[in-house]
Every structure is written in C-alpha cells, then in structure tokens.
C-alpha cells in the first residue's frame, strides 16, 4: 500500500489460492491445536507449533495437492515443526516388529485377570491416570497412540505423517499400547483399587 | 509353527488359533488382516470363551484411549495471533481465523 494509493490489487491466482487455504486448511484448526498440544504438552508450546504450521502451509500451499486428505498433510507439518522445535531429536528407535509386543500384552492382561483387573478400561476413575499415562508414553510410541488410536488416523495416514513405513508405525503402535496397559496395571494396584474379583 | 513353540502352547492349555488370536488380535481389531484372516479369527474367539474375554479387553483399552480424544478448539487468543501473522503474510484470508460469532 502506498500513501496515494489503494491497496495493492491481488491477483487472481492469490485470491484463488486464499480461497483454497480458507476453504481446505482452516477447518482443521482444532484438530492441529489438539494434536499439536498433544505432543508438546505444553498450551504455550503448541501456541507456536500451531502458529508455524499454519504459516509453513501457506507459504508451501503450492505444494498440497488439492483433493488429498489435508488434515494429515497439516498434521505432518505439525510433527516436523515439532520435532525441530527441540533441539536435538529423540534417536529412532528401529523395533523388529510389533507381534511381541501383542503377545507380551496377553503377559499384561493375565497380570491383570489375577488382580480382578478385568475391566480396568471401563472405569472412568481411571481416565485421568490413562491421560497422564499417555502423556508420559515416550516417543515415538506416544506420536503413534496418538495419531491412531486418539485421532483415529489409518496406519498408512500415520505413517505419512510420522515418515515411516507401515509396519513401522504398527511396531511403534503396539509397543505403546503394551506400555500403556502396563502402566494402568501398575496405577490400579497403587491407587489401590478392588478388583471384580481377584484369581 | 515349530515343534517346540506348539509344545509350549500345548504345555499352557492353548489352542494354536488361541495363539494367532493373542499374535493378531490388535491387527484384527485395527482392520489390518486380510478378511480370511479376520473370519479365522472371528470364528475362532466365536467359540473360545478366553479369547472373548481377551478381546472384549482390548476392545475396552481401545475405546478408554479414544476416549482421550478431548473436543479442544484452539483459544481465541491463539486464532487473533495466527490471523495476524497471515495477515502479514499477505494471506487474504487471515480474518476468517477468527471464530464467527
């Protein structure tokens, strides 16, 4: 803008492109505040992870191919502006594969049967102590519990956003819930709690 | 399936689909198995009451987790910050960052 003119008059492609972005990327807003929180734990932090992600996908909105799920595509720039907002990355953590931590689970759930534990999951005191439970999961496990089982994402919507392959995201994912259940084990018999009916 | 692993599942009392449902269950319960392998499996937990049990247990940490899944919106102070800063960049479109009212 100038001082003797109106505003500069934005071209078509501009006005088109807005239109795209407004259309495409700001109804996920919530969702990227909400997994942006998740991974930060942090309401400043995912202040600025939010703020930035929005900003890159403007700026590379030329990149976004129209028609394609945008929710994953901002949730990957979500995880990328993430991770490089710390300052150095966790080490990946290669796991074979995830089929024995799906066994060990069983291990889990027979500690959990001896205990009346049975129906642990359905007690809404416990909510909390899952939330924090999976606060406290420790990437890249927590990304993939997230993104799966909280945000209801595909593996293959996950492994996009995360970078990996599938079968990554599946060994990542049941490692995490194996923890998870563990913990809540551990959390129930600390709190304390009576069991159905202990074996 | 070795001959020692199907002793040790003989040895606990288990069944070898006992053992492909404690190998695959998530994979099922994830829509990650081929239809043959999800019938074996259905079939199977169908007539085992144990892996009913287990199932209707990981069907409950599944549903406790989504649970999780708290209905946030962004703070409006935040949407003021980002129209803001895509004002600045020029995107014609900051203003509807803001919630309607």
Not at chain 2, 47 to 53: D, G, V
Not at chain 2, 63 to 68: E, M, P, Q, S, Y
Not at chain 2, 78 to 87: F, G, I
Request: proline fraction near 4%; hydrophobic fraction near 40%; glycine fraction near 6%.
């Amino acid at each position: 803008m100038t001082a003797d003119a109106g505003p500069v008059a934005r071209s078509a492609s501009d006005v088109a492109r807005d239109a795209a972005f407004e259309r495409d990327a700001l109804p996920w807003l919530d969702d990227v505040y909400r997994f942006a929180l998740s991974l930060t734990r942090e309401e400043s932090d995912a202040d600025d992870v939010v703020q930035e992600t929005f900003l890159r996908a403007y700026r590379s909105w030329h990149t976004f191919i129209p028609g394609t799920d945008c929710r994953r595509w901002l949730f990957t720039i979500c995880r990328n502006v993430f991770l490089r907002s710390r300052e150095r990355q966790r080490p990946t953590v290669d796991l074979e594969d995830g089929e024995q931590d799906a066994v060990a689970a069983s291990s889990v759930y027979e500690a959990a049967r001896e205990r009346g534990y049975d129906d642990i999951f359905a007690r809404l005191d416990l909510a909390p102590a899952l939330r924090e439970a999976l606060d406290e999961l420790a990437e890249p496990f927590r990304s993939a519990v997230i993104l799966v089982d909280v945000e209801d994402m595909s593996y293959e919507s996950a492994a996009e956003v995360m970078g990996v392959p599938i079968g990554t995201v599946r060994s990542r994912l049941f490692r995490g819930r194996r923890l998870l259940q563990e913990k809540l084990v551990t959390v129930a018999e600390d709190l304390g709690f009576q069991g159905a009916g202990a074996r | 399936m070795s001959a020692p692993a199907r002793s040790q599942l003989e040895e606990l009392g288990l069944s070898a689909t006992c053992a492909e449902v404690l190998h695959h269950l998530w994979d099922y319960l994830d829509d990650q198995i081929t239809p043959a392998g999800a019938e074996r499996l259905r079939a199977h937990i169908a007539a085992c009451k144990q892996c009913q049990q287990y199932e209707d247990y990981q069907e409950c940490f599944l549903r406790a987790v989504a649970g999780l899944r708290q209905e946030l919106g962004a703070p409006e102070s935040l949407r003021e910050r980002l129209a803001e800063r895509l004002k600045g960049q020029g995107c014609g479109c900051w203003n509807k960052v803001r919630r309607e009212p």
